[in-house]
């Protein structure tokens, strides 16, 4: 049974950083693909950033996001994490990590993955 757990989220100040941890376990093949989405109050979930399990490879949903977010995974650990940088109060969400079974080159989409975890909630605030 596949199961997605993320922490790290908090409370953060504007122009700090938060770095997300996504456990991962259940997978019986590497050709998965890890996602990080977030969902603002009011609004629809966004992709974010993805990485294949087979090869580490990243995406993702928009350039500019690059600037502040990064991506990454410690295999020895099957955690994938997702770094923030500036955080800004327009950053306030629920974050969630989310798997796609065979990893595509838009791991970013929600619609294309096929388990989520909980999410872990960011509040940016003074």
């Known amino acids: 049974q596949v199961q997605l757990v993320e922490s790290g989220g908090g409370l953060v100040q504007p122009g700090g950083s938060l770095k997300l941890s996504c456990g991962v376990s259940?997978?019986?093949?590497?050709?998965?693909?890890i996602g990080w989405f977030r969902q603002a109050p009011g609004k629809e979930r966004e992709g974010i950033s993805c990485?294949?399990?087979?090869?580490?490879?990243?995406?993702y949903a928009e350039e500019s996001m690059k600037a502040r977010f990064t991506i990454s995974r410690d295999t020895a650990k099957d955690t994938v994490y997702l770094e923030v940088k500036n955080l800004k109060p327009e950053d306030t969400a629920v974050y969630y990590c989310?798997?796609?079974?065979?990893?595509?080159?838009?791991?970013?989409?929600?619609?294309?993955?096929?388990?989520w975890g909980k999410g872990t909630r960011v509040t940016v605030s003074p």
């Open positions: 990485i294949s399990n087979w090869d580490g490879s990243t995406n």
């Open positions: 989310a798997a796609e079974r065979i990893a595509t080159l838009r791991c970013y989409l929600p619609r294309n993955m096929d388990y």
């Open positions: 259940g997978f019986t093949s590497d050709y998965y693909a």
